[in-house]
């Protein structure tokens, strides 16, 4: 059955972070219905087992197919790391993912196709970026670094904090060290530190930010596949999420940067 481009886009993540996508959607397609999908209840995935996020991953897209959604968006690194393959051979919708679009974007920009990766454990440790980046460029260099502790700092609004730094000093000392020119922000919570980031590497290196990538590579789907919505009226934008800490609003608000309405609680 073909997707209607009225439709809205599914978009999830493990929480609050895959909002770094959405916002770059809302930049880049201001005309699409936008379903999100945040699983505040079980986050971290980061560190769990692969079983598990398998799992909840494919709960979580089920649900957005209820929804009619005219395409899938796996907004969060350790989902599409673990789970990519199992939610496209289930879904019936065209499905992208922000480590493709990571991979196909830092291929892009590198000069010395050396390359730095970082994320939560389990997107590193599933090597998922390394064979997205050599598939499409086979000399590449991929050095990958798990940065645990940046996801709780983020979350508790650390952006510009001297402790974040020096955690990102630690983390980023030997991928620094072996000369990548391009460092993929790997996680949906790392866009917010990018000037930190960026600061600690260097000038000389380029940042890619997947939910850009993401956006664009959404953009480029939906009008190949004739399902950009021909309405110019403004969209309908509608949060899923299984729990609403306290910091969510404020949080969600940072991550969107724009007021965060229309939150839905979904009791699994
Ligand atoms: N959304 C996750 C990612 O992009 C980060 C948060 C988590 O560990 O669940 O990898």
Redo the contacts with the bound molecule.
Sequence with gaps: MRSDPHSAIGVF???V??LTVVRALMERLPFEHIVYFGDTAR??????SVETIAHYTQQIAQFLLEKNVKVLII???????VAAQTVRDAAPVPVLD?IEAGAQAAVQVSISAQIGVI??P??VNSNAYARAIHAQLRDARVYSQACPLF?PLVEEGWLEHEVTRLTAQEYLRPVIAEGVDTLVL????YPLIKPLLHSVMGKGVRLVDSAEAMAQKTAELLAAQGLLNPSLNQPDYDYYVTDVPVKFQTIGERFLGRSLNDVHVVKW
């Design positions: 993540d493990s929480g972070g895959g986050v971290p995935y980061g560190v769990k907004a969060c690194n350790t989902m599409a790391a922000v994320g939560t389990a997107t996801v790997g996680c949906t919570h």
